[in-house]
């Protein structure tokens, strides 16, 4: 089985469904034996932002229609966050990011190493309140992760990686996928959603079942 994620590493339901996708692949390979494979996408949750990003509060308040809205929404998060073991610290997040570089990094990393570094990146954002638009912030993450910055600095410098993120988004219109996380089941089956691990499961075996497996 494959499957195709997309999400943003700015938004907090993407990294409660990825925890709870990879709960589920890690239940269904023990209980099947199947193998499954993950390729993750880019996605921008707001087209608008401008490189440098903006302050989280007031894009928040602009997005919810009030800045009364917003505890309500971010204590949500962290509650279904807690409740699934990943930590969620707003009280750290001053800034809301623009996404884009770290798109590209991701795109430019083998595939191999792409997971570890969403992780990390949403880890330092929504732990640290890292302002992961800036370049600087994720090299550091990547140095950490033990990558060679250097290069990676180059293949930014070059351009790279900035045309798969655009395949990315284009490809996401084309499907009509508005919100993430998405992900996409054996390049037919869409979810929408964070979804809990045992939904997740319930559908690869609906899956497993239609393919014969």
Not at 54 to 81: C, N, Y
Not at 91 to 109: E, G, K, Q, S
Request: glycine share 8%; with cysteine.
């Amino acid at each position: 089985m494959h499957i195709d994620i997309y999400s943003d590493m700015v938004c907090p339901w993407c990294r409660i469904g990825k925890k709870n996708v990879t709960d589920a692949i890690e239940q269904w390979v023990a209980e099947s034996g199947e193998d499954v494979t993950v390729s993750y996408h880019a996605f921008l949750l707001d087209h608008s932002l401008p490189p440098e990003g903006l302050p989280f509060r007031a894009s928040m308040a602009h997005k919810m229609g009030g800045e009364h809205r917003i505890e309500e929404m971010l204590q949500r998060v962290t509650d279904a966050g807690a409740a699934v073991g990943v930590p969620f610290r707003f009280d750290r997040v001053t800034r809301m990011p623009n996404t884009v570089l770290a798109h590209r990094l991701t795109a430019i990393l083998p595939a191999d190493r792409q997971e570890a570094w969403i992780d990390a990146v949403m880890m330092a954002y929504f732990e640290y309140g890292r302002d992961i638009a800036k370049r600087e912030v994720l090299l550091e993450i990547a140095a950490d992760l033990g990558l060679e910055t250097f290069p990676l600095e180059t293949a930014l410098d070059e351009g790279r990686g900035a045309e798969e993120v655009q395949e990315d988004l284009e490809r996401a219109s084309a499907m009509g996928i508005s919100g993430v996380p998405f992900f996409v089941l054996n390049g037919k089956y869409g979810l929408s959603g964070a979804y809990p691990a045992a939904e997740f499961v319930k559908a690869f075996g609906k899956i497993a079942e239609q393919s014969g497996k």
